[in-house]
């Protein structure tokens, strides 16, 4: 090979080298990833805590990028935003990977990247905020009691700004994170608070997504808890009508509405001492159970029907007097968990939701539903005892774009009911919304994942087929705890 060949190829392989690396100041490693059999890169990039102040102390961001595995190489990669608010996306990265975007990593990279204060990103984790199962008493009391909020408050203080970790922040970690890895546009798919992410992110960089796929849609205007009484309230009764229909459950659970409110009536006077079984030492014990947790819990079991399907016999125990069930289920569900960050919870809604409720809107939205009142009003509690970061004062606006998007509603959702993504979907030319029947708050369908992956690759909603919701059916409901 004559040596001005050579010379050209060295350049052509530097100028190829240097165009990868140039743009990037990621320094990405292989690693290995959980549930992730092929070829996975990791690494951190750091940013100021403070982004406006440019100084101080740094963070860093804790990233997964798992390299597309054909070519040629699509330009725009898919960014996965988890839920929450305090869910690490690259926690996510297996089940992710491997079943809702499976497809997409033919020729498109996918892209975790944990938010400021979840995962590997400096996590705001408290130890105990009252959602530990070993300690029963807690568990099953009162929700987010002062003493504990006020304590993981002080020592989060020690470990960053709690005024510094807002939803506005972090989809400007995002975006430079995106520059510097050397993307000009993405494509987002997101769940639950993920969503609210992915349209503040869109509100403020249109200019570098391609499109979006929301499932379980939240907006800004959502003021987290607030909804969910009415959420909840509306999944209970679409598990009555369904239970009502299938003989087995109407056989088997003939008086379950009657039962359930006559649950409830039992609190009327206070606390119930109930036995259950620790999950540590197996054994039978009395512990007190608060009404407000017992309702927050069934509000856990309706989030997706994949466990909605125990309420009926959870219920029909309960009337029976035994808590044995319900507690056994309460402990495996448990939607603060170890894995959640609550520091960064707090700090999102504390800033982001609870200042824009009224006392009004609580007693409108709450009112008539099992769930109540409490709720809200032991967050709003927890939110006096935090720290409060800023958020421009239109935040809470309605978001338009351009964008194409859909959007993907449970009528069942207990969490995200179906009417915010009806009503924000009507400000996306360029959207379609998609009502799944007999679906929770939920991303476990082979017919999501399929729309997920045909709407990211096509880049439009046009021409989309989304039929097969239709064909959508709950799993039978059980008639003993598996």
Same mark, same amino acid.
């Given at each position: 090979?004559?040596? %001005? ?41 750091? @940013?100021?805590?403070?982004?406006? *102040? ?17 070519? %040629?190489?699509? %330009? ?91 939803? %506005? ?62 959420? *909840?309230?509306?999944?209970?009764? =679409? ?5 009502? @229909?299938? =003989? ?81 289920? *309460? ?16 700090? @999102? ?13 609580? @007693? ?56 915010? *993504? ?15 029947? =007999? ?44």
């Amino acid at each position: 090979m004559k040596q %001005p060949l050579i010379l050209a190829l060295l350049f052509t392989w530097l100028s190829f080298a240097f165009a990868v690396a140039a743009p990037g100041k990621v320094k990405l490693q292989p690693c290995r990833v959980l549930e992730v059999s092929t070829r996975a890169m990791c690494g951190t990039y750091d @940013v100021f805590e403070n982004r406006l *102040a440019n100084a101080g102390r740094k963070i860093s961001l804790n990233i997964v990028v798992l390299p597309a595995i054909g070519t %040629p190489v699509a %330009p725009d990669p898919v960014f996965w935003l988890e839920g929450g608010p305090g869910g690490a996306a690259t926690e996510a990265a297996g089940p992710v990977s491997q079943n809702y975007l499976r497809g997409l990593r033919k020729d498109r990279d996918l892209v975790f990247l944990d938010e400021r204060g979840t995962g590997k990103s400096n996590p705001l984790k408290s130890d105990d905020i009252g959602e530990d199962p070993s300690n029963l008493n807690g568990y099953f009391g009162k929700l987010f009691p002062p003493d504990l909020i006020r304590a993981c408050r002080e020592k989060l203080e020690k470990e960053g700004d709690l005024t510094l970790y807002t939803t %506005p922040i972090a989809v400007d970690d995002m975006d430079e994170v995106r520059s510097a890895l050397g993307y000009e546009r993405i494509n987002i798919a997101a769940t639950s608070y993920g969503t609210l992410a992915a349209q503040v992110y869109i509100r403020k960089y249109p200019q570098h997504v391609r499109s979006a796929f929301l499932v379980g849609v939240v907006t800004p205007g959502f003021k987290l808890p607030l909804p969910f009484a009415r959420a *909840a309230q509306n999944a209970l009764d =679409h598990l009555f009508e369904d239970c009502g @229909v299938d =003989h087995r459950c109407r056989d088997k659970f003939p008086n379950l509405k009657e039962e359930f409110y006559a649950v409830l009536a039992r609190f009327d006077h206070g606390p119930l001492d109930v036995n259950m079984v620790g999950p540590a030492t197996e054994r039978k014990r009395v512990v007190r159970l608060e009404r407000e947790n017992y309702v927050e819990h069934l509000r856990a079991f309706l989030y997706s029907t994949s466990t909605a399907r125990f309420v009926p016999f959870v219920v029909h125990q309960a009337f029976l007097n035994n808590f044995v069930p319900f507690g056994t289920l *309460a402990t495996e569900i448990n939607l603060g968990g170890s894995r959640t960050s609550r520091g960064l919870y707090f700090s @999102v809604t504390c800033a982001e939701a609870i200042p824009f409720i009224g006392e009004k809107e609580i @007693v409108d939205e709450t009112s008539g539903t099992f769930l109540g009142d409490r709720r809200v009003r032991a967050h709003v509690e927890a939110c006096a005892n935090w720290p409060q970061g800023k958020v421009p004062e239109d935040f809470i606006q309605p978001i338009k774009a351009e964008i194409p998007v859909i959007m993907f509603s449970g009528d069942a959702d207990a969490a995200a009911p179906p009417w915010i *993504a009806d009503a924000a979907a009507k400000l996306w030319p360029n959207g379609l919304l998609i009502r799944a029947p =007999h679906t929770g708050h939920q991303v476990d369908s082979p017919c999501t994942w399929n729309l997920m992956q045909t709407f990211i690759r096509a880049g439009s909603a046009r021409h989309i087929d989304a039929s097969c919701v239709a064909r959508a059916k709950r799993p039978p409901f059980a008639s003993q705890l598996e």
